[in-house]
């Protein structure tokens, strides 16, 4: 099984940068699909970025010109440079990986979370 451990957190001025890690260890097939997700206080979590295994990205509109997510495929590493924030981009960042197993044969896909990181934007 995979875990996900955050880094890079923390508390920034408004316009400033920050860039996020997330490492997955344990025994696994392999990684598709690796991504960042954030959950504001009162507020559903929601899609920031996501890179595909061959690297194709796609990102929220709201962070589109801002982030830039990138992944090193041989250290199981996902990255979330953040320029330009914003107070609204406040939130509980969470990493997620989709991992690739087998048992008995049968291959499945399996979506495994980090703790999450905070990143507080102040005005």
């Known amino acids: 099984q995979v875990q996900l451990a955050e880094s890079g957190g923390g508390l920034v001025q408004a316009g400033g940068s920050l860039r996020l890690s997330c490492a997955a260890s344990?025994?696994?097939?392999?990684?598709?699909?690796m991504g960042w997700y954030r959950q504001a206080p009162g507020k559903d979590r929601e899609l920031v970025a996501t890179?595909?295994?061959?690297?194709?990205?796609k990102y929220a509109d709201s962070v589109k010109g801002r982030f830039t997510i990138s992944r090193d495929n041989a250290k199981n590493t996902v990255y979330l440079q953040m320029n330009s924030l914003k107070p609204e981009d406040t939130a509980v960042y969470y990493c997620?990986?989709?991992?690739?197993?087998?048992?008995?044969?049968?291959?499945?896909?399996?979506?495994?979370w980090g703790q999450g990181t905070q990143v507080t934007v102040s005005s």
């Open positions: 344990g025994t696994t097939l392999r990684i598709e699909s």
């Open positions: 997620s990986a989709d991992d690739v197993w087998e048992s008995d044969g049968l291959y499945h896909t399996t979506s495994r």
């Open positions: 890179v595909s295994g061959t690297g194709n990205t």
